[in-house]
């Protein structure tokens, strides 16, 4: 008996083996398979071009160091005029790939994901803008509260090909990982971001006290584009700071409703899937505005969750003329980011994090939504561009005003 036992005992553990075996080798295998973004949809070729700017004006309070001021890493991705022997941007650049290997990990950036360096973009280094217009509109966009604004590629870039200078920044503290461009690397912190395990309380403690410094960073980037607009370089008089979206996903989504709320320069904005955080709860946004979500159907309906809800509810319902509720069927939380394409797809499954909506289709779907919005209220273009989405976009729910809100997400 117990021989027999043994005996069952070791053709489990082989057979368990031969399965950890076989899924090891599906990862690395797939690890070293080229992944290329989405294509563009516009008739704009794209640039992106890679800033680090501080500023002087604040500490910075996350830091262990007390002596640092704020210091963000930028990214611009615009309308480009690309020559014979322009150079493909790099998805992270190498400095970011290494860093983040050796804060990652083996499992995280060889067994879980694609390799980056095999990661094309749809983008070149520093290309003169092109010349067709004298000025694009700009939206600011930031990443949720542990992404990578270069996790949003996809989206950048699309905006960009559509006649668009989208500006993101990273979140020192906040942000996995930020390396700026004299090597110094700052890692997420615990007063920044303290992880998804902590205690709803201290997350809502940290949320609350961050939604100010990321208004801030917008605050100043804004700022320092108009500085960058005339001074001498590619950028001059290319940015209409006349017309300003501001757009973010999660946390990012959040700072994009705050701001909208505290600074007039903002002319339309958009929170994709975000917690709403700021005074913004109470008090009236007085800008277009859309909430663009994932599907929380299947959710459960807990309190927390309702009241994340109804708070959307309220904002909505005092929002202007030009406001929208949209949801992605079958989305999850990370389906408006690179995530998906980026990491293995059995992980991607396996985790449901994305729903099971197709990467690409449901970045699509995202971009068209975000373009048609931005076009409308940045552009001039007829509000039918928001129609044709009904039709075009079948996996795009629009919110009935005749319904409340927090019943329909």
């Known amino acids: 008996m117990v021989r027999k036992l043994i005996k069952v005992v070791g053709v489990g553990a082989a057979v368990l083996i031969a399965v950890i075996g076989i899924i090891l080798i599906v990862l690395f295998m797939?690890?070293?398979?080229?992944?290329?973004?989405?294509?563009?949809?516009?008739?704009?070729?794209?640039?992106?071009?890679?800033?680090?700017?501080?500023?002087?004006?604040?500490?910075?309070?996350?830091?262990?160091?007390?002596?640092?001021?704020?210091?963000?890493?930028?990214?611009?991705?615009?309308?480009?005029?690309?020559?014979?022997?322009?150079?493909?941007?790099?998805?992270?650049?190498?400095?970011?790939?290494v860093a983040l290997a050796q804060h990652q990990g083996f499992v995280m950036t060889d067994l879980l994901r694609h390799n980056s360096a095999l990661v094309h973009t749809r983008s070149f280094v520093n290309p003169q803008p092109a010349p067709s217009q004298p000025a694009y509109p700009v939206i600011l966009m930031k990443p949720g509260i542990g992404a990578l604004a270069l996790d949003y590629s996809t989206l950048a870039e699309?905006?960009?090909?559509?006649?668009?200078?989208?500006?993101?920044?990273?979140?020192?503290?906040?942000?996995?990982?930020?390396?700026f461009e004299n090597g110094r690397v700052a890692e997420r912190r615990p007063e920044g971001n303290p992880g998804e395990n902590a205690p709803v309380s201290l997350k809502n403690q940290v949320a609350n006290r961050a939604i100010s410094t990321w208004v801030s960073d917008d605050r100043f980037l804004l700022d320092r584009l108009s500085q960058l607009n005339g001074s001498p370089g590619i950028f001059r008089r290319r940015l209409n700071l006349h017309a300003v979206g501001v757009m973010g996903h999660s946390f990012g989504g959040a700072t994009a409703a705050e701001f909208c709320r505290e600074d007039p320069r903002c002319t339309a904005g958009i929170d994709i899937d975000g917690i709403p955080?700021?005074?913004?709860?109470?008090?009236?946004?007085?800008?277009?505005?859309?909430?663009?979500?994932?599907?929380?159907?299947?959710?459960?309906?807990?309190?927390?969750?309702?009241?994340?809800?109804?708070?959307?509810?309220?904002?909505?319902?005092?929002?202007?003329?030009?406001?929208?509720?949209?949801?992605?069927?079958?989305?999850?939380?990370?389906?408006?980011?690179?995530?998906?394409?980026?990491?293995?797809?059995?992980?991607?499954r396996m985790s449901g994090a994305a729903g099971s909506i197709s990467p690409t289709r449901g970045l699509n779907a995202a971009a068209a939504c975000i373009r048609a919005f931005f076009d409308v209220h940045l552009k001039g273009a007829p509000a039918s561009e928001l129609l044709r989405l009904r039709t075009d976009y079948p996996q795009l729910m629009f919110a009935d005003d005749s319904k409340p809100v927090a019943a329909q997400m």
């Open 158 to 179: 699309d905006l960009a090909s559509e006649g668009y200078i989208v500006v993101a920044s990273d979140s020192p503290y906040s942000t996995y990982l930020v390396v």
């Open 277 to 348: 955080f700021g005074q913004v709860v109470h008090t009236s946004l007085q800008r277009p505005f859309m909430f663009l979500m994932s599907d929380h159907s299947r959710e459960q309906r807990d309190a927390e969750s309702q009241e994340v809800k109804e708070e959307i509810q309220s904002i909505y319902e005092r929002l202007p003329p030009g406001r929208l509720l949209v949801i992605l069927r079958n989305a999850g939380h990370f389906s408006f980011s690179d995530n998906p394409l980026i990491f293995n797809p059995i992980i991607v």
């Open 30 to 97: 797939e690890h070293d398979q080229p992944v290329t973004l989405p294509a563009l949809t516009g008739p704009y070729a794209v640039g992106r071009a890679a800033f680090d700017w501080v500023d002087e004006s604040r500490p910075e309070v996350l830091a262990p160091e007390t002596a640092l001021k704020r210091e963000l890493t930028v990214w611009i991705w615009y309308p480009a005029l690309i020559e014979k022997g322009a150079r493909s941007s790099d998805y992270e650049p190498r400095p970011w790939r």
